[in-house]
């Protein structure tokens, strides 16, 4: 997540958060940042004239002035219960940041009594996560470059532990048989590689745009295969 969404998720989250307010830690952690960066934002914040203050003493936190409201919007709470349930189980993976961003701005405008029941309903669904989320910072690179169509320079480990540094012009982002992959055409080897994000230990935009590869290079999907954009 750039720096201009995150200020705007920030906002969004100080709304929903109310009364109660929000602590720079957590803050934070749900921004996958530190909290030098939270305070950093917060005070950016504070000078464009958004109206949020900090609150000292135990328990307390950043807190956004009541007025500073949107309307409400005509989410049902099991609409919001489902978007979030997709949410959390997607944690730590390809856009997860973005999707949690989306979540709060939801939240934040919808009517109280539905907010409160989605709350409620949401609490009646657990995920357990037992795979280890990737570096964030590796992913919003691979993000930023599928987004950008940049170069991209990744640290890659094959299924023989071999380590290689390879430069890729990004195609997309593939889910298959539980892992996710990223497609893209390799400088080196002058093919499309699929490389599994779990095996990836850095990535690193550069400003060099990507060759424009049409999807139809990667080859053709299966049949369970679905575009999101077919959602």
């Not at 349930?85 to 709060?104: E, I, N, T």
């Not at 230990?201 to 990507?210: E, H, N």
Request: charged share 25%; glycine share 8%; aromatic share 6%.
């Amino acid at each position: 997540m750039n720096r201009t969404d995150r200020l705007y998720a920030l906002r969004e989250e100080l709304r929903r958060a109310g009364p109660a307010g929000r602590s720079a830690e957590r803050l934070a952690d749900v921004f996958e940042v530190s909290v030098r960066t939270i305070k950093r934002d917060i005070s950016a914040l504070q000078h464009g004239g958004f109206p949020v203050w900090a609150r000292p003493g135990p328990g307390g936190g950043y807190v956004v002035d009541a007025a500073a409201t949107l309307p409400p919007v005509n989410f049902t709470d099991a609409e919001v219960s489902g978007l979030a349930a997709a949410v959390a189980a997607h944690r730590g993976q390809p856009f997860d940041s973005h999707a949690r961003a989306a979540l709060v701005k939801v939240l934040s405008v919808m009517d109280t009594r539905a907010r409160e029941n989605a709350t409620a309903l949401n609490g009646r669904v657990w995920i357990d996560h037992t795979d280890t989320p990737g570096d964030a910072r590796t992913r919003h690179a691979i993000e930023q470059a599928l987004h950008a169509q940049r170069v991209l320079v990744v640290d890659y480990r094959d299924r023989h532990g071999t380590p290689t540094t390879r430069q890729l012009d990004p195609v997309l982002l593939a889910r298959t048989r539980g892992h996710w992959y990223l497609v893209g055409h390799c400088h080196t080897r002058q093919a499309i590689r699929w490389l599994r994000l779990d095996r990836v230990s850095g990535a690193r935009l550069t400003t060099q745009p990507a060759a424009r590869i049409p999807i139809e290079a990667v080859g053709t999907p299966p049949t369970t295969a679905e575009a999101i954009a077919d959602l």
